[in-house]
């Protein structure tokens, strides 16, 4: 028997366009792609600052979580992606204010750029479900 499939959107244009979820979970298992900085307006949010971008990266990730049945608590793996590695103290603060109590396998990665020049970040962020009454 194979786990079911689900599908979380973001609604953004590139989801259709590329062939991606922002979110896919597979009985247990969430994986969230690459998340940039998009304002609800679709411009870029927190132009120049790589910690409102981490902030924003990460308030997106977290929604697709919830669409999907998971919570932040569930995260095992983060991957953190930025066209500037001298910056990852800027990420890393906003990622600390998350997952402080999670402490998930995290890696920083410097980036050449994104689609999109004024993103300055992307996160990434895996989880597992697990039953809560064990």
Do not use: K, N
């Amino acid at each position: 028997m194979t786990p079911s499939r689900r599908l979380v959107s973001s609604g953004s244009p590139l989801e259709p366009e590329i062939g991606f979820s922002r979110a896919v979970r597979v009985g247990p298992y969430v994986c969230v792609a690459g998340t940039a900085p998009i304002a609800p307006d679709g411009g870029t949010a927190g132009p120049g600052d790589v910690y409102a971008q981490s902030v924003r990266c990460l308030d997106i990730a977290e929604q697709a979580l919830r669409e999907a049945g998971a919570t932040l608590a569930d995260v095992i793996r983060t991957r953190v992606m930025l066209v500037d590695i001298t910056r990852w103290r800027e990420a890393a603060r906003a990622h600390g204010e998350r997952f402080a109590e999670v402490r998930p396998a995290c890696t920083f990665v410097e980036v050449s750029r994104f689609i999109d020049p004024e993103w300055l970040v992307e996160f990434e962020v895996d989880a597992v479900v697990t039953d809560r009454t064990t």
